[in-house]
């Protein structure tokens, strides 16, 4: 079973700039799950999907933003990019209605905004 | 808020040395998870905890839950270098696939 994929793997833009990240999961995963690793806060929750729904939601600003689609695929925005925006963006997907939420991430997108 | 610890931080040791890092919550874990992180790559989940005092093995990997759940260790025997990363715990709250992380522990094992 293919793993969770995610592009473009490499992204560099400019501050003011807006980005699209995307995400396909494990097939048969309907959550998707996005987070920012940076390397002084870690990882942390930016929001998940569940059947097109944002089901949960972190602590970011609007700016960051996402959605999934019917193939469980999933896009995460981020608008008018601040250098604090650099950093690895990474998907997880998880089967759901499994009683412990084991999550399985993809390599990563990695944003630089100069 | 939930906060994880993870110590220490920063950890160099030689081929075929013992080592243990450690996880610990300001509250009770609802499940614990153990992954690692090579560089340029996501986390691969290594083990799942749930039950207080729980021992899980995983080849040369040991995984302990605290009898409280609000702490974990890991233990690696003779570790290779094929072990460096970033082992990262994490608690799914129950909250819909939402997972908190610690910051980390970086291994490097030197051949």
């Known amino acids: 079973k293919a793993g969770v994929t995610q592009t473009p793997r490499y992204l560099i833009k400019t501050r003011g700039q807006q980005v699209t990240l995307s995400c396909s999961p494990i097939?048969?995963?309907?959550?998707v799950s996005w987070y920012q690793q940076t390397p002084g806060q870690g990882l942390q929750f930016l929001f998940e999907?569940?059947?097109?729904?944002?089901?949960n939601k972190g602590n970011f600003p609007g700016r960051f933003s996402g959605r999934q689609f019917s193939n469980s695929r999933s896009e995460m925005n981020v608008s008018t990019l601040e250098l604090g925006d650099s950093a690895l963006y990474l998907c997880?997907?998880?089967?759901?209605?499994?009683?412990?939420?084991?999550?399985?991430f993809g390599p990563g997108t990695r944003l630089t905004v100069t | 808020t939930q906060l994880l610890e993870q110590s220490p931080q920063f950890l160099s040791i030689q081929e075929g040395e013992n080592l243990t890092v450690y996880c610990n919550s300001s509250?009770?874990?609802?499940?614990l998870q153990w992954y690692r992180q090579e560089p340029g790559e996501g986390p691969v989940l290594l083990v799942t905890?749930?039950?207080?005092?729980e021992v899980k093995k995983l080849k040369r990997l040991t995984f302990q839950f605290g009898d409280a759940r609000k702490d974990s260790s890991l233990h690696i025997t003779a570790a290779q270098p094929g072990d460096t990363g970033l082992y990262l715990c994490?608690?799914?709250?129950?909250?819909?696939?939402?997972?908190?992380f610690g910051k980390g522990i970086t291994l490097s094992v030197r051949p």
């Open positions: 997880a997907s998880s089967l759901d209605g499994t009683p412990i939420y084991e999550q399985y």
């Open positions: 097939s048969g995963h309907r959550s």
């Open positions: 999907y569940f059947s097109e729904t944002q089901r």
């Open positions: 509250s009770v874990f609802s499940s």
């Open positions: 905890v749930v039950t207080g005092g």
């Open positions: 994490a608690d799914n709250t129950g909250a819909n696939s939402k997972l908190t």
